[in-house]
């Protein structure tokens, strides 16, 4: 029996530029329609429900397939999870051209050694969260490979995956991401709290964010894409990061944004990142342009405290609109840096080096006499999110060491 969900459409700006990354060629101004699932609706009478138990699962359908804790779904449909699965894991394997909805209704997940759910073959995923009900997905503390796929996420999925509903989740990962996909990554509404000791959302194609209210504390990026990163709406709390968002292009429409980040808050790179390391015989110069990357801020109200540049730009970085406070802590860097052309258009902009009007230098992650006196003291982090204790200074989410400043955090090769 198949259950179809029922969704509604939302116009979302995608905005990527490099062919060879396979990410799609478009320029920063163009709006392009794409598929995101806002209405969460869907039709209980032809849903499957799943009882999680403890050590397994019950359900009648032959569109599931539970072997102890492990439940595969097989086929399109809507499918609702209620209950504990102390140590288990959900694996979406149906048709290349089905998609699926996944219902949280009051549901824990924990696998010890893998995702709690795990998307590996289907059209589209959907995970939708039960209005008024709180759910939580966590890996154990390690990854144990299941098949050739490099599972590293509490949800991991190889599909296009879409995050929606006004219910609440909690995402904890001592061991890598808190959601990765290899596809598309698009959040339309929930509310998030995630841990995780690499990156907190993840999405190799894009990340779309239409809305929705997250508290992100990671080891790596906030908000990670190899292409774009578009954010319309949301809340956005990032107390401990590596960098709080960073894509090989970032576009902000509107949102509230408050960042403390290790290096830079909002990064527009392309391929490897080279913030932070000195230029020298064989690598690439850091202050050359990048024409495929951009920061495009249109509206919200930014704050942002970071060891690195609170906006940094391989590309051109342009500001129509918005209020944005900046505070960078020195370190040879600076709250704006851009390597092409910087633009404000009628945002109001503050930060506490000067570098909003080029008196404190904005190239280059500020070598280009990019230091100032009073480079400004780090305001108190505040708690960290419910769910464990805060990582003490030169530690990180998930008990690794704090990167060095200008350093990536030690772990594995870039994957996003």
């Known amino acids: ?43 209980v009478s032809s849903a499957v429900t799943i009882s999680l138990g403890g050590d397994t699962a019950v359900c009648s359908s032959d569109a599931v397939s539970i072997d102890g804790g492990r439940i595969t779904i097989l086929d399109e449909g809507t499918y609702i999870f209620a209950g504990t699965l102390n140590d288990g894991q959900v694996v979406v394997n149906a048709d290349d051209s089905d998609k699926i909805q996944i219902v949280l209704n009051g549901a824990g997940i924990t696998s010890e050694t893998s995702a709690a759910i795990y998307s590996l073959e289907a059209d589209k995923v959907f995970i939708t969260l039960e209005d008024g009900t709180e759910n939580h997905l966590a890996n154990g503390g390690e990854f144990v490979a299941i098949d050739d796929n490099n599972i590293d996420a509490a949800v991991f999925s190889k599909t296009d ?35 995780a000791a690499s990156h907190g959302f993840a999405g190799k194609d894009s990340v779309d964010i239409a809305g929705g209210s997250f508290v992100i504390t990671a080891g790596k990026d906030g908000i990670h894409s190899d292409c774009a990163v578009v954010i319309q709406a949301g809340t956005f709390s990032i107390p401990y990061c590596y960098e709080g968002i ?34 020298g015989l064989g690598q690439e110069d850091p202050f050359a342009v990048d024409e495929d990357c951009f920061i495009t801020i249109n509206g919200g109200v930014i704050t942002i405290v970071s060891d690195g540049d609170c906006l940094d730009s391989n590309g051109d970085l342009t500001i129509n609109g918005g209020t944005l406070n900046l505070t960078c802590n020195g370190n040879g860097n600076t709250a704006i840096d851009a390597n092409g052309t910087y633009t404000n258009n009628g945002g109001s902009v503050t930060t506490n080096d000067g570098s909003e009007n080029g008196t404190g230098g904005r190239n280059g992650g500020g070598k280009n006499g990019g230091m100032f006196d009073g480079g400004g003291e780090r305001p108190d982090k505040g708690e960290r999110p419910a769910g464990g204790e805060r990582p003490a200074d030169g530690e990180k989410p998930g008990g690794g060491a704090r990167p060095d400043r200008g350093e990536k955090p030690v772990g594995d090769e870039k994957q996003f």
Request: contains cysteine; proline residues 2%.
């Open 246 to 279: 960073e894509g090989q292009t970032v576009t902000i429409e509107d949102g509230t944004f408050e960042i403390t980040s290790n290096d830079d808050g909002m990064n527009a790179a392309g391929g490897s990142d080279g913030s932070g390391t000195s230029y």
């Open 1 to 43: 029996m198949k259950a179809m969900m029922k969704y509604g459409m939302l116009p979302v700006m995608l905005c990527a530029a490099v062919l060879l990354s396979g990410c799609r060629s478009e320029e920063s101004t163009t709006a392009e329609s794409s598929e995101v699932a806002t209405d969460a609706d869907y039709d």
């Open 161 to 195: 995956l879409t995050l929606n509903g006004s219910g609440s989740l909690v995402l904890t990962n001592p061991a890598g991401h808190g959601v990765a996909s290899k596809d598309e990554l698009t959040i339309s509404g929930g509310s998030y709290q995630v841990t």
